[in-house]
Structures are given as structure tokens and as C-alpha cells.
């Protein structure tokens, strides 16, 4: 097994959390171990080759293979329900009752394969019933990784990750893929109405309009504490008055740092 040395560690470790905010710190072995057929295959003689190709070419497809090595994307659709059920019954009679241009500005932030604002998307059209022909419902979706995006405008999925959802939402939005019996496609009504495109956290949020809601789950699981406060500060800054921040139920704000109100586990709002 090729090994990395302190130097080569630290230089890869502070070129990903200075462009991109992922803390690898305590993840030397793992860098170490996930890599191995990465710089085989590429034909790298040792770790400090690899190191120094990646931080002077700056090679997208090879950032955003590094990346995907380092970090789970790993998900399902009604992932972490309880936020789903907030949503349902206290978010959206706000937001419907309170949004006079029919318009709900809801981000999906690191969205990964997509279940995630799939499934927002079929609580939005659930609730809404007839009146959501009358709503601009689209949801945006983003993550670093265009591979994860890619999976996630194609649409299909394995049927075991619908699991959680109810009987009736798999028959009116999913449909049988034909090239095999155990994966199902998302229907065209779920597609249009999710905006897939690619986003690092780290930038500047610099959108056309504030969101209503912003689910942003099981991100900053891999960030620093400093890099965690700058972007709920980033978030807080791109939250509509009454709005709300979801997060992983394995992640936290911290209150002193964030002018976000807490209102219960992983979930935030911004006062009015």
C-alpha cells in the first residue's frame, strides 16, 4: 500500500477545506486507504505526485473524484421524517397562507442523488392538491458533485429506496423503469419541478431571491466548527423573514454564533 507522508496530509488536507470546507483532518487513514486505486489507476508513483497534480492543475473531474471518495452520498427518499412531518403540517400552512405571489423558495442544499428534493416536492404537491398549478413550486438543488447530479436529473432508483413512502405517492410519481423491474423512474411532474445545478457551499450565496426554506442535511457533518458557523451565517443572510433552516439530526447550530431562533432538534427559523 502506498502511504502519505505529514507533508503531502496537510497540504491535501488544507487545499480541500480552503476550497471546498470539508475537514479531513482526523481522516488521514482513510485518505490514505480510499485513494489507493485512484493513484494506481492514474499512474501516480507515490502520494506526493498525486498532491502536487491536484493542487497545481486543479482538474475538476479529478477534485470531484477525490471528493466522492472522501465523502458519503448517502441518502433516501423520507430521509429523517420528522423534518418532512414539520414541513408538512407547520411549514407549508405558513408559507401558503403568508406567500401572496403564489411562490415558495425552497433550497435543497447538497442535495447528493436527489431523493431529497424529490420527496420535498411530493409533500409541496400533496398539500397543495389542484391549487398547485396556480403556485410557482420549484425547488433548487445543489451539490459539488456533478456526478450526484447527474443521477439525480436522470431520475432512477433502486425501489428499496422508496421504502418509507406511501403506497399511493409511488404509483403517481414513480413509474417502472423498463430496462429493469427493480429500479423505478421519477415522474416528468417530479423532474420539472426541481432546478438540479452545481454549487460549492464555500462561495458567496448570491441567488436571485431569499428562501423560504433551506434544507441543508448531513453536510456539515464533514466541516470544521469555523467553517459550520460561516456558512449558517451565509444561510441566515439567504432566509426570508419567518423562514426556516433544516439540518441532519446528527448536526447542530451553534445559538451563540447563529441569530437563527432554535424552535426544535435540527430545525431553525429566522425571525420575523
Known amino acids: 500500500m502506498l502511504e502519505i507522508n505529514q507533508a503531502d496530509f496537510i497540504r491535501l488536507l488544507t487545499f480541500v477545506q480552503n476550497n471546498y470546507g470539508i475537514d479531513l483532518s482526523k481522516k488521514k487513514q482513510l485518505m490514505q486507504s480510499r485513494l489507493q486505486t485512484t493513484l494506481r489507476s492514474q499512474g501516480f508513483a507515490d502520494f506526493t505526485q498525486y498532491v502536487d497534480h491536484i493542487i497545481k492543475t486543479k482538474n475538476d473531474t479529478d477534485i470531484e473524484n477525490l471528493l466522492n471518495k472522501l465523502t458519503t452520498n448517502y441518502t433516501y427518499f423520507l430521509r429523517e421524517k420528522?423534518?418532512?412531518?414539520?414541513?408538512?403540517?407547520?411549514?407549508?400552512?405558513?408559507?401558503?397562507?403568508?406567500?401572496?405571489?403564489?411562490?415558495?423558495?425552497?433550497?435543497?442544499?447538497?442535495?447528493?442523488?436527489?431523493?431529497?428534493?424529490?420527496?420535498?416536492?411530493?409533500?409541496?404537491?400533496?398539500y397543495l392538491g389542484?391549487?398547485?398549478?396556480?403556485?410557482?413550486?420549484?425547488v433548487l438543488a445543489t451539490d459539488i458533485s456533478m456526478n450526484v447530479l447527474s443521477a439525480a436529473m436522470k431520475g432512477e432508483y433502486n425501489?428499496?429506496?422508496?421504502?418509507?413512502?406511501?403506497?399511493?405517492?409511488?404509483?403517481?410519481?414513480?413509474?417502472?423503469?423498463?430496462?429493469?423491474?427493480?429500479?423505478?423512474?421519477v415522474s416528468d411532474e417530479l423532474k420539472k419541478n426541481v432546478i438540479f445545478c452545481p454549487f460549492n457551499l464555500m462561495e458567496p450565496i448570491r441567488f436571485k431571491s431569499k428562501f423560504d426554506v433551506i434544507f441543508c442535511r448531513n453536510v456539515m457533518i464533514y466541516f470544521n466548527q469555523q467553517t459550520k458557523e460561516a456558512l449558517v451565517n451565509r444561510f441566515y443572510d439567504a432566509t426570508n423573514p419567518g423562514g426556516y433552516l433544516l439540518i441532519g439530526h446528527s448536526e447542530s447550530v451553534n445559538r451563540a454564533a447563529s441569530k437563527?431562533?432554535?424552535?426544535?432538534p435540527a430545525t431553525y427559523r429566522k425571525p420575523l
Open 260 to 264: 437563527y431562533s432554535y424552535i426544535m
Open 130 to 138: 389542484p391549487k398547485a398549478a396556480s403556485w410557482d413550486t420549484r
Open 159 to 185: 425501489i428499496e429506496s422508496l421504502r418509507n413512502l406511501p403506497e399511493s405517492w409511488k404509483k403517481r410519481f414513480f413509474r417502472k423503469s423498463p430496462q429493469d423491474p427493480e429500479r423505478v423512474i
Open 82 to 126: 420528522e423534518h418532512f412531518d414539520f414541513f408538512k403540517e407547520t411549514i407549508l400552512p405558513y408559507l401558503v397562507s403568508t406567500k401572496k405571489n403564489k411562490s415558495l423558495n425552497i433550497w435543497s442544499a447538497g442535495c447528493s442523488s436527489g431523493e431529497e428534493p424529490y420527496t420535498i416536492s411530493m409533500f409541496i404537491k400533496d
